[in-house]
């Protein structure tokens, strides 16, 4: 029954912007603390954001500045709008329920010239 759908990724050049949604059905979603991750090939999946559910956000040291996580409770929605973005950024990004572990099935986002 809970799913997350996450859309948005793509192929964009560094110094370019991209913004990936997560769509959530299922749950009480205003009642969820909503994070975004990111993971490369080989690599361990790490955090980039979360927002809890009445907008306060935190980000991991690597991505503040550059990214911007938002959400609409009346959509049921999370966005992370991604500027400046650079090769190392290349991951697939998934959304997640911080509060209990439901995952999205990621989106890919890929930045080269």
């Known amino acids: 029954q809970v799913q997350l759908v996450e859309s948005g990724g793509g ?3 560094p110094g370019g912007s991209l913004r990936l949604s997560c769509a959530a059905s299922g749950i009480i979603f205003s009642s ?3 994070g ?16 809890t559910g009445s907008g306060g956000e935190t980000y991991a040291d690597s991505m503040k500045g550059r990214f911007t996580i938002r959400r609409d409770n009346a959509k049921n929605t999370v966005t992370l709008q991604m500027n400046s973005l650079k090769p190392e950024d290349t991951a697939v990004y998934y959304c997640r329920t911080m509060n209990m572990n439901y995952w999205g099935q990621g989106t890919q986002v890929t ?3």
């Open 36 to 51: 975004w991750y990111r993971q490369a090939p080989g690599k361990e999946r790490v955090l980039v954001a979360y927002i």
């Open 11 to 13: 192929l964009v050049q």
């Open 32 to 34: 969820h603390v909503m």
């Open 111 to 113: 930045v080269s010239s």
